[in-house]
């Protein structure tokens, strides 16, 4: 009697359309818990303030108050993060014959190498600050500004920002998304440039002129993964970026 061949396993990352499937559910796990915090807060604000749900305007008022609260944007963005990134985990581990560390580039990198980068970062934010304001666009967005009015000294701002920020959104757009991707009919460069423009195109809190460094700053980003073969390097590198706006931001408002 002939034996029936073994079924298949998938092995490798994820092909386009997965990727791009997981890609959306991440991102929509993101939304609804950063949405699930922001009404947290708001209910908190509501209780502490003593204002009835039935007033209409002043709901709505607390609600965009609260939305740009610094504290409640770190909270959101690290809690959001966090069970954003555990369901990139998910997704990898039903991969087989491919291990986490591969799958996100998880690598050392010499630190010569890395503070290469790291300065690259720091060139790029300076060329940012002295050529966007010639453009009439402010060199820190005023996005920034307000969360540092209401949050500027709150350690949750600064642990949201320039820690959990820049480690979900690397790990999910440089490790998940471009492993993906760049073995797709995009190849390499134009993942890049396809995570680079979704990913300018996921902060619509600030203005057109700040997406597009957004893109640009992506762009370089991306270059930096896949020179290095880390993850790391655009860790670090996104680190570098936001540390340097939020000692910007709090530079204009609390000097």
Do not use: K
Request: a neutral charge; aromatic letters at 10%.
């Amino acid at each position: 009697m002939t034996e029936l061949a073994p079924v298949a396993r998938h092995s490798g990352p994820h092909p386009f359309w997965a990727t791009f499937s997981w890609g959306l559910a991440i991102s929509l796990t993101f939304v609804v818990v950063t949405i699930i915090v922001v009404m947290g807060s708001m209910i908190a604000a509501m209780n502490e303030r003593d204002i009835n749900p039935r007033d209409h305007e002043a709901v709505v008022a607390l609600a965009e108050d609260v939305g740009g609260l610094g504290t409640t944007l770190g909270l959101s963005t690290t809690f959001s993060g966090l069970v954003a990134g555990l369901l990139v985990l998910l997704a990898i581990r039903l991969r087989r014959g491919i291990s986490v560390t591969e799958y996100l580039a998880l690598r050392s990198v010499p630190w010569r190498t890395l503070g290469l980068w790291m300065l690259v970062a720091v060139v790029s934010s300076v060329i940012y600050d002295l050529v966007w304001p010639l453009l009439g666009v402010d060199a820190v967005p005023e996005f920034m500004l307000h969360a540092m009015r209401t949050g500027g000294r709150s350690p949750w701002l600064w642990i949201g920002v320039v820690v959990a920020a820049p480690l979900f959104e690397e790990m999910f757009c440089r490790g998940f998304l471009l492993t993906g991707w760049r073995r797709s009919v995009l190849g390499p460069w134009g993942a890049v440039i396809l995570i680079s423009l979704l990913w300018a195109l996921a902060h619509q809190q600030y203005g057109l002129l700040e997406m597009l460094w957004i893109f640009l700053l992506g762009v370089v980003l991306g270059v930096a993964r896949l020179r290095t073969g880390s993850i790391w390097t655009p860790v670090a590198m996104h680190m570098v970026v936001n540390f340097g706006a939020m000692v910007q931001g709090y530079w204009v408002v609390f000097r």
